[in-house]
């Protein structure tokens, strides 16, 4: 035979009913002389645990109707003022806390309507008390990290999760209890081992006296956001080494002529040094000299070759103070050739008392070095004018440091200025359109700003700004 299971609402009726059958004997058929029936009390309260607010209403009209009904059978015609007062008390009381159950219940529910809205989030949501064990887990805090609600109730926190916190906890403790709010990134484990980058937002809850009493924590899972992030930084860090690649496969003729010079001096100062060597009496003053020559041109050879290898590396950027000044001669060094096969000369105008700043040497090397060829491209078919590239620095907004790349080429039509920075967009027959769009993610990764003008006259101007350094460090005069 099958029996219906019992529910723990099922039990508490059942108790109601039974409270309530011995409440009406005994008041009836006992003479105490007590007010029994203020017991009722009890029966209404169990009753608003199991039933909507009409079922509560009808228990509580029918416990008093219990109460007058006992009072008559046991009094009848027999009045006195103090079973007459008693029964007064009792109905008082029954109504009393049928009002206030009916109170509670309403603010319950409408406490279960804010925690269902809590469970239709997507948002792991929870609450902590002040000794951060969870009182409240929701829905999405149970698809976001694998534990049903009756398993982190009662959990420390960050015990359950094995929370890795960006500072130390004191401080954001600290932070929460002053400005009542928190918001950052935490790593947080899952009930089956995963690591889970988490956006998290916390708010302080207070009584009425102010005092912290629990934390409301709202969660969301941006593991899959920080992962694309750094899959963009790495395909942009590639981007950038072939566009540096590029530009030094274009200067090849350049490269060459700098590293060719040293090497002849080299090989000139060696012959002259066995010269000196093989004489009838050897000339060592003039041999040492030679070879002190020789040293001094392989240093140099090996500058260059640093140089482009620097360029075309494959790492992390490495931030600090730099001196601009150093870095516009660095790139000018390895243009000098390029200038000179496009019949064009380079001057350099650099402002001396500048403050070093923020960045990364080979990037910056980088932005000069693309804004410096794309110059001297653009003056090649020019043959009216002198084709000079000027390369300035001075400062700028007191904080910044302001370069200068300025050519009489000729010229960008007015149209394409606003396009000349966009991905893909290039004014070259042969052109991948990505050098300017690049050179402006440099500088504005170093928090500076790329753009360009039209000359009054022919060519182009193009500047940038670099943020200066916290400990300024003078560049060098021009």
């Known amino acids: 035979m099958h ?21 009406f004997i005994i008041d009836t058929f006992t003479p105490l002389g007590i007010a029994v029936a203020a017991l009722y009390a009890i029966v209404v309260v169990l009753a608003a645990r199991v039933l909507s607010r009409a079922g509560v209403i009808t228990v509580a009209w029918g416990c008093l109707g219990l109460t007058v009904l006992a009072y008559v059978v046991q009094h009848g015609d027999n009045f006195s003022n103090a079973s007459f007062v008693r029964g007064l008390v009792c109905l008082l009381a029954i109504s009393i806390t049928a009002f206030l159950a009916l109170k509670t219940q309403a ?27 969870i009182t409240y887990w929701n829905r999405g805090a149970e698809q976001l990290y694998g534990w049903k609600s009756a398993e982190a109730v009662g959990q ?3 015990e359950l999760m094995r929370t890795i916190f960006p500072v130390p906890f004191e401080a954001i403790s600290q932070e929460l209890f002053r400005t009542g709010r928190w918001e950052g990134e935490i790593v947080h484990t899952t009930k089956d081992g995963r690591r889970l ?10 009584d009425e006296r102010e005092r912290p009493v629990a934390i409301l924590e709202t969660n969301n899972d941006i593991t899959a956001t920080k992962q694309a992030q750094a899959a963009l930084l790495t395909s942009r860090a590639e981007l950038n080494r072939v566009a540096r690649i590029t530009t030094l496969g274009e200067m090849s003729t350049s490269i060459a002529h700098e590293v060719n010079q040293p090497l002849a001096a080299i090989v000139t100062n060696g012959e002259a040094a066995l010269r000196w060597l093989n004489r009838d009496k050897p ?3 003039e041999a040492v000299q030679a ?13 260059v070759i640093r140089k ?6 494959k790492e992390e950027p490495d931030v600090g103070p730099l001196d601009v000044n150093g870095v516009v001669r660095e790139v000018v060094t390895l243009l000098n050739h390029e200038a000179a096969s496009h019949r064009s000369s380079i001057r350099m105008q650099l402002a001396s008392g500048l403050p070093s700043v923020e960045g990364d040497r080979v990037q910056l090397q980088q932005v000069i070095l693309n804004l410096a060829m794309n110059a001297l491209q653009a003056m090649a078919n020019v043959t009216d004018r002198p084709r000079l590239l000027f390369i300035r620095t001075r400062s700028h907004d007191r904080d910044k440091v302001l370069v200068v790349v300025e050519d009489a080429g000729v010229g960008i039509e007015a149209e394409s200025h606003d396009q000349l920075f966009a991905t893909f967009y290039t004014t070259k027959p042969n052109g991948m359109g990505m050098g300017l769009s690049i050179c ?20 182009m101007t193009f500047q940038f700004t670099v943020c200066a350094a916290s400990e300024a460090a003078p560049g060098g005069p021009a």
């Open 156 to 158: 420390i926190s960050h």
């Open 283 to 285: 000339d060592i003053g």
């Open 3 to 23: 029996f219906p299971r019992l529910t723990k609402s099922h039990l508490l009726a059942a108790i109601a009913l039974a409270l309530a059958t011995a409440i």
């Open 197 to 206: 980058e988490i956006a998290s937002r916390w708010a302080l809850q207070r």
């Open 440 to 459: 402006r993610s440099i500088i504005e990764a170093h928090g500076g700003r790329i753009w360009a003008e039209r000359n009054d006259g022919p060519g």
């Open 291 to 303: 070879v002190t020559r020789i040293v001094g041109d392989a240093n140099r050879a090996s500058g």
């Open 107 to 133: 603010a319950a529910s409408a406490l279960r309507e804010q925690a269902s809205l809590l469970d239709v989030t997507h948002d792991g949501v929870f609450v902590r008390d002040m000794d951060n064990i």
């Open 308 to 313: 482009i290898r620097e360029l075309a590396r």
